[in-house]
């Protein structure tokens, strides 16, 4: 009965607290509203669960093992999150709005993790994506807009996606809640819809472009959630409605190897010609899920790898969940404080995701080529390289956006106590993380490659050579795009033009327009003038004549 | 039992006879017109109470009366028909409420609310119609009783706007009293059946069956908007809001939609209509109608009109869960019987609060106006939601179960596309709206600025009515799997149509 | 009991000489005799209902000799509607004449279209019936002539005319028959007629004249002129009733007395030449500038319909299916009846408060006149057909009996027929709507005329929702040689 109630409130609790959060200057009902959360992830036990049979379609929520460590996760994130936003959020008449979205997106995100059934996943997986448009925009300016528009279309684009892949899962399996023996020989409509799907909300190349620009966009709270708890929502879905390790689908787990595969290499360019730090987190982001990505590909390419694939992958997730959730809330206690150290701290998670030796990066790369090399099959040890261009790459990323965090201006505002104390309970969660394993030296991979792409950097930055800086800003947040869009306006205008030709063609033919028929009254014309006494006579005759000639003949 | 026989006259009868009472009070007595329409919305609501009572005990509810030889009167309440009585018992209520503070101190009210309770007698007496003729003569009678209401302004777009409406219905009207006669003339009298009544008749030549399928449909896809016949909405839009809400939300769009329902259902019966392959077409004008109102809603910048181009999508949803053979998808077009009413009506009470309190009629001047009229434009953002089938509002589950439907009956891959695209499509038409009423600063001044200094952002007659249905959408979705929900009920319904 | 039969016809001539006698009482006279009517109307239906067909001999000669009375179910409901329309009409003429001189000429010569008009429904006799068709004409020319103006006049005369033209051709075929056969009274004839050449050409000329009298295309074009221009009540009297008596003549003969006669292609021609009515009349009335022209326009278009089910109901066989048509011609008959006449009088009553009939600037009529107004609506509801009205059943056994015969233009030229009515109607009806061009003075409407309202409730509710009766009492008594 507890379990139940704590698996409701933890996401009813921030849609309840809506009504308090708008009302005035209450910065702290976000923070109350990430709690339960936390209370329930470190509380209930394995394999709690409710069931509501009169919500919706039938509500089951619930919590497992994987999903605990997502939920913990997250919880963590949004308290962190909701803590700098009281500190850093200016009273004014936008700021009722954001923290309204804030929960809102807290209430959904919270209810993908816990939602074991497709609707109840569904509806959090929307209203976080739908209340995370107000959130990137709160800026207000037309970069915001822009982003807020990308980001809305792709996200729209994937829930319709996800919908029809849920009616499929549903309409085979019979259940709202299927488990994995029941989800095993999903057609490939099933399976394609929603690796698509998800893709949107991972970043995946390819339909990865909204990404950078809603990171730049949207406050650092909202990046610093956004990348660490909500792009993470997508994994748990491919993790629960994948039929992984029960089924091979090697063509569409290609198909997010090579994805991932891409990401990783092409993010290392595009990151390093960004001028925003956030949009080289943002590019590194694209590349730290595009090795998640590849891992579940393979994952699904080879399903005997498959449990400890997936072990990994979680570990990974919270690494770079705790890591990078703390890079980019550190942009705003950068910016937000005067003090020098505050960029010394930053180093510590650039580290950890650079995944030096002895942080959660290192044992998370560790353990990874460890299943990969134990597994022992041709796009395993592809990926085994993957992993060495991610080692060289990352820090080489991580240089460039300490680089960029130095010179970004600073603007001191006085609750910075608020933002600096929870982000050093994040930074010791992400420390603490690897001793969740009993031996430390499992960690220690090649930190060779790590050492020589610092060099490098190093060395970059003492001469700073003229023909690299020539490059930077060559590739705009959200890359495809540009071309992208550009075409499709021309398209559009060429449509446009066609069809308003179409169009008027079109409505000169609708039919019954009956304003066409003159309703007026003219003069009677017509028979009247038959009325004339000869005409009347021969009318008469004729009529009478036809007449008897009828009646004869029949 | 004499009641059995006397409630669905006396159903008609609650809201007939205030009606014609009110047809005779003098302009000013408002007072009692008031208690009279509100009185008659009450009784009707209890006795249509009493009405889904006793159908869920397997009451028979019929009164009889023949008018020709061969032609009865006959109205009765069978699963089906209490569904769509109760939605139009419920929304009048609402509307009644909305329509006394909607219309407060303008002409011509004994006029306005004494067709407003014909045209909701129209609606309930089609709703009952135990038979073709019987739907035939409540459908022609509602056209009449509408057209007032669509002119009630006077004003020249007033009346040309309702011209066209008549126009259409009454053409529409002729072509399926057509159609209806060939049948009858074949199948003798046409009693609704669950399950259909022509495949148990003999010696039917499926050809001509075909044809008089096609000009009922075209007599009921009128009303229902299917595209081409849909060019009297937005036309009608002229009309005031309270008139629009009951037209697109309960009364004419929606008797279509239930026309089309009854004749594929309980006349030709679904399996039926699947071996005469006639499906398959009405789903492709559905599937039509459905992408092509959306695009149309696109480019409106008349927030009425938008909304109109929205109806005309979103009611073929209802042809599109008729079209496709299965219970599932059944379930999924009934129950947005419920939906689109609950939806369409909040957004129509919505935009006609817009104009009467800051003189609002266009998108492009409703920037920042969630801030001015936060009640309403929190219902005007469930409604558009629920329209773009966001969960938990009651447009998923409409969507849901149409999807579902039509993957169940091997169609999904024409259905999903169309419910995906038609989504976005909606998405790109309310967002836009939305984002103006919330996150735009506010102008200066607005257009009019009519509103009290009253404690609420416009008057309680007002802004009531649509947080109630918005509230009631909002719960159509949450509760839909609950005991005694309206799904339960189309469930039932969907499982006796299939035998 | 029987005596009854020449109460209809006997009453109004007596009235008619008191009204000339005594002219400060005429309008108490005139409603009287109208109420007494309606009764003995009433009477006769239930005598008819209660004890089958009714036939009664004037003056104690032989059948052939006297004056022969006939009434069967046809009869009875056609004499209670022309009683019921005739009291309408008087009490609406009461206030219609009020202060104008012509009020004493109108009561006599009134009274007298009464009496002719009960008097062609009851003959059983062709002499009798040309007898009673010449007064119906002299009696309509000269209330014709009442009305105002040189139109009228003009109109009166041309209607003169024609009807004695109409009514000497009528006389030339009894001539034909009597010679032939030697006996004028219906129901001998009906067993003696045989297929011949003077047969033929009687049954040519008592068409041809008759469809002269009730203005079948393309002989209707002196009807505008006369509906229009005759005082109000006089107009719905000629629309609902004259016409339609003649018409009812013109029944009687085909069914009764000429059945052996007839073909299929004969009924063809008609029911042609009432579809043409049909869409010409409706046209004209759309494109008509004054109400009263628009209402006579439509009264070609609505006797075009009974054209219609006469050429069905002429060839069809004997059986059930005709007599639901039956039923459904008389209840059209009825319907328009009462609706037409319900328009004529509104049209007279805007005519009179607002000084014209010009659909054009009867902007905001709506309001100064609203029960006018909802009586105009609820009668151009019946003239269109649609529900509830009596017309609204009765075009769907037409189209019903048109589409199990085959004759599918029928079908289309009542659905665009109908269509067409609606235009003409509703254009009327959206003028009223509009707001007013406040030339006029406002005009308030103070007592109402109520005659035009309940006529129009007649031919919609009652008609609409309670004509069953109609059906089993032609049934049970049978009619019209059916």
Redesign the interface.
């Known amino acids: 009965m507890m379990n139940g109630i704590l698996l409701l409130a933890l996401w009813l609790v921030p849609l309840l607290l809506v009504p308090l959060a708008i009302r005035g200057n209450s910065g702290v009902w976000p923070i109350l509203a990430a709690l339960p959360a936390l209370v329930a992830a470190l509380l209930l036990p394995d394999g709690a669960q409710i069931e509501i049979p009169w919500l919706l379609l039938g509500v089951q929520l619930g919590l497992d093992a994987q999903s605990r460590i997502f939920l913990l996760i997250a919880a963590l994130l949004w308290l962190v999150a909701a803590c700098y936003v009281r500190a850093w959020l200016v009273d004014d008449r936008t700021a009722r709005r954001f923290r309204l979205f804030f929960l809102l997106a807290m209430s959904g995100n919270f209810g993908v993790i816990v939602g074991q059934d497709l609707v109840s996943f569904y509806l959090g997986f929307s209203v976080m994506g739908l209340a995370t448009y107000g959130l990137v925009v709160h800026g207000g300016q037309p970069q915001q807009r822009w982003a807020g528009k990308v980001y809305l279309a792709m996200t729209l684009l994937g829930e319709l996606v996800l919908f029809a892949a849920f009616v499929l899962i549903y309409q085979r399996t019979g259940t709202l809640a299927p488990d994995m023996e029941q989800l095993v020989g999903g057609g490939p409509w099933e399976v394609g819809l929603l690796i698509l799907a998800f893709a949107i909300k991972a970043g995946v190349v390819g339909v990865h472009f909204w990404l950078p620009l809603a990171y730049v966009a949207a406050p650092v709270p909202a990046t610093a959630v956004m990348s660490g708890a909500m792009s993470k929502t997508a994994l748990i879905g491919w993790l629960r409605f994948l039929p992984l390790g029960q089924q091979a689908i090697p063509e569409w787990g290609a198909g997010l190897l090579i994805a991932g595969s891409v990401a990783v290499l092409l993010v290392i360019p595009a990151g390093l010609v960004q001028r925003d730090p956030k949009a080289v987190l943002a590019y590194s982001s694209i590349g730290k899920m595009g090795l998640m990505v590849a891992a579940l590909g393979l994952a699904l390419r080879e399903p005997t790898l498959a449990g400890g694939l997936i072990a990994v992958v979680v570990l990974f997730a919270a690494h770079h969940s705790l890591a990078k959730g703390a890079l980019f809330l550190g942009i705003g206690l950068v910016k937000n404080t005067l003090s020098r150290w505050t960029l010394w701290l930053m180093v510590l998670p650039a580290l950890a995701l650079a995944g030096a030796p002895f942080t959660s990066g290192g044992l998370a790369k560790a353990q990874l080529s460890e299943v990969l090399s134990e597994g022992d099959v041709l796009w395993g040890n592809g990926m085994l390289w993957l992993l060495v261009v991610a080692a060289i790459g990352t820090p080489l990323l991580m240089a460039r956006f300490l680089y960029l965090l130095n010179c970004v201006p600073r603007n001191p505002i006085a609750r910075s106590r608020w933002q600096l104390v929870p982000w050093l309970i994040l930074v010791t969660m992400m420390l603490l993380l690897p001793l969740i394993e009993d031996d430390l030296s499992d960690s220690l991979s090649d930190p060779w490659w790590l050492l020589s792409a610092l060099v490098v950097a190093a060395v970059v930055w003492w001469r700073c050579p003229d023909p690299l800086a020539r490059w930077v800003g060559a590739i705009p947040p959200g890359d495809v795009l540009v071309p992208l869009y550009c075409g499709w306006q021309k398209v559009v205008e060429l449509v446009k033009g066609r069809a308003q030709v179409a169009g008027n063609r079109l409505s000169r033919m609708s039919i019954l327009k009956m304003e066409r028929i003159q309703l007026k009254g003219g003069r009677l014309r017509g028979l009247l003038l038959l009325a004339g006494r000869a005409g009347f006579g021969s009318l008469w005759l004729g009529v009478t004549l036809i007449f008897l000639l009828l009646t004869v003949w029949s | 039992m004499m009641l059995n026989q006397w409630l669905p006259l006396l159903i008609l009868a609650s809201s007939l006879v205030p009606g014609l009472l009110i047809f005779y009070l003098s302009e000013r007595r408002s007072g009692l017109r008031t208690w009279l329409n509100m009185s008659g919305a009450v009784l009707k609501l209890l006795l249509v109470g009493v009405m889904i009572w006793g159908v869920f005990h397997e009451q028979v509810y019929e009164s009889r009366w023949t008018l020709a030889p061969g032609l009865e009167l006959v109205l009765h309440a069978d699963a089906l028909s209490v569904l769509f009585v109760t939605l139009s018992t419920v929304l009048w209520l609402v509307t009644t409420v909305y329509a006394i503070g909607y219309l407060e101190r303008s002409p011509c009210r004994s006029r306005f609310f004494g067709f407003f309770c014909l045209c909701v007698t129209a609606t309930v007496g089609l709703a009952l119609a135990g038979n073709l003729f019987t739907f035939v003569l409540f459908y022609e009678a509602l056209t009449l009783a509408t057209y007032p209401l669509v002119a009630h302004k006077g004003t020249p777009e007033a009346v040309r706007g309702a011209r066209t409406y008549l126009a259409y219905t009454l053409g529409g009207g002729m072509v399926l009293l057509v159609g209806t006669i060939w049948l009858q003339t074949l199948a003798g009298p046409l009693e609704f059946a669950q399950g259909g009544i022509l495949e148990s008749i003999p010696g039917l030549d499926p050809t001509t069956l075909r044809w008089i399928f096609l000009l009922l449909i075209v007599g009921l896809g009128v009303k229902a908007a299917l595209v081409p016949l849909h060019g009297w909405l937005p036309q009608a839009m002229v009309a005031p809001a309270p008139v629009s809400a009951l037209l697109h939300a309960v009364a004419v769009v929606k008797a279509g939609a239930f026309g089309i329902v009854r004749v594929v259902y309980d006349v030709y019966g679904i399996e039926f209509s699947a071996s005469l392959g006639l499906l398959g077409p009405l789903g492709a004008a559905a599937a039509l109608t459905i992408v092509y109102g959306s695009v149309r809603a696109l480019s409106q910048d008349n927030l009425k009109t938008r909304l109109a181009y929205s109806t005309v999508s979103q009611v073929s949803y209802i042809a599109l869960g008729t079209a496709i053979l299965g219970p599932l998808a059944t379930v999924g077009g009934l129950v947005h019987l419920v939906h689109q009413g609950l939806m369409k009506i909040t957004l129509f009470f919505a935009a006609g609060n817009y104009a009467e309190t800051l003189g609002i009629h266009r998108v492009s001047e409703m920037d920042g106006v969630g801030r001015r009229m936060p009640g309403t434009t929190l219902a005007f953002t469930v409604g558009a939601l629920g329209m773009i089938g966001v969960p938990p509002v009651a447009g998923f589950i409409s969507k849901w179960f149409l999807a579902l439907g039509s993957v169940e009956a091997g169609a999904a891959a024409w259905v999903i596309p169309v419910l995906m695209i038609s989504s976005l499509l909606n998405a790109l038409y309310f967002l836009p709206i939305l984002y103006r009423a919330w996150f735009k600063p506010a102008p200066e001044e607005w257009p009019l600025d009519s509103s009290a200094a009253g404690p609420l952002e416009t008057a309680g007659a007002l802004l009531w009515p649509p947080v109630a249905t918005a509230v009631l959408a909002l719960a159509a979705g949450l509760l839909a799997a609950a005991p005694f929900s309206h799904l339960e009920w189309v469930q039932l319904i969907a499982a006796r149509e299939y035998r | 009991m029987t005596s009854l039969l020449i109460l209809p016809v006997a009453l109004p001539l007596l009235m008619s000489l008191l009204a000339l006698i005594w002219p400060a009482r005429v309008n108490q006279i005139g409603v009287a005799t109208g109420l007494l009517i309606v009764l003995i109307g009433s009477a006769i239906v239930a005598l008819v209902a209660g004890n089958g067909v009714q036939s009664q001999v004037l003056g104690g000669w032989q059948a052939g000799l006297g004056i022969a009375l006939y009434a069967d179910g046809l009869t009875a409901v056609m004499l209670l509607m022309s009683a019921l329309i005739g009291l309408a009409a008087s009490t609406f003429a009461c206030r219609y004449f009020a202060g104008k001189p012509t009020l004493v000429q109108f009561w006599p010569l009134w009274l007298l279209l009464q009496a002719a008009i009960s008097a062609l429904l009851l003959s059983a006799d062709l002499f009798n019936l040309y007898v009673a068709l010449e007064l119906l004409g002299l009696s309509a020319v000269a209330l014709t002539a009442l009305g105002s103006g040189r139109a009228a006049l003009k109109a009166a005369v041309?209607y003169l005319l024609?009807g004695l033209?109409g009514s000497l051709?009528f006389l030339a075929a009894v001539v034909l028959i009597y010679a032939r056969y030697g006996t004028l009274d219906m129901l001998l004839l009906g067993a003696m007629l045989q297929a011949e050449?003077i047969t033929?050409?009687a049954?040519?000329?008592f068409?041809?004249s008759l469809?002269?009298k009730c203005a079948l295309f393309?002989?209707?074009?002196?009807l505008?002129a006369v509906h229009a221009n005759a005082p109000a009540p006089v107009s719905a009297a000629l629309s609902a009733l004259v016409v339609k008596v003649v018409f009812y003549l013109l029944l009687r003969l085909w069914v009764d007395l000429f059945a052996p006669?007839i073909?299929p292609?004969?009924a063809s021609?008609l029911g042609v030449l009432g579809a043409a009515a049909i869409l010409?009349g409706s046209f004209?009335a759309?494109?008509?500038?004054r109400l009263k022209?628009l209402a006579a326009y439509s009264t070609i278009a609505q006797l075009g319909y009974l054209f219609l089910f006469f050429s069905l109901l002429v060839v069809m066989p004997e059986g059930?299916q005709r007599q639901?048509l039956y039923?459904?011609l008389l209840?059209f008959a009825l319907t328009h009846g009462f609706a037409k006449s319900a328009l004529f009088l509104a049209a007279g009553e805007v005519q009179q408060r607002l000084g014209h009939d010009r659909?054009?600037e009867l902007g905001g009529f709506?309001?100064a006149l609203?029960t006018t107004l909802?009586a105009t609506a609820l009668a151009g509801?019946a003239l269109i057909g649609?529900?509830?009205s009596g017309s609204?059943?009765a075009k769907?056994?037409l189209?019903?009996q048109a589409?199990?015969l085959g004759h599918w233009y029928v079908?289309l030229v009542v659905?665009l027929g109908?269509?067409l009515a609606?235009?003409y109607l509703?254009?009327l009806?959206?003028c009223a709507?509009?707001?007013g061009l406040d030339k006029a003075p406002p005009v308030v409407e103070r007592r109402a005329q109520l005659s035009p309202v309940m006529m129009a409730l007649i031919a919609t509710i009652v008609l609409?929702?309670g004509?069953?009766p109609l059906?089993q009492l032609l049934a049970d008594v049978g009619g019209g040689g059916v």
């Not at chain 3, 393309?218 to 002196?222: K, S």
């Not at chain 3, 759309?286 to 500038?289: F, L, P, Q, V, Y």
Request: include cysteine; glycine fraction near 4%; aromatic fraction near 14%.
């Open positions: 041309d024609l033209v051709v050449p033929w050409v049954l040519a000329l068409t041809t469809m002269l393309p002989l209707h074009f002196w505008p006669v073909t292609a004969l021609v010409w004209c759309i494109r008509a500038e022209l059930a639901l039923g459904a209840l659909i054009a709506a309001r609203p909802f509801i649609l529900p509830p609204f059943l769907w056994q189209m019903a589409l199990s079908v659905a109908s269509l609606c235009i509703f254009r009806l959206g709507f509009s707001p609409g929702l004509s069953h059906w």
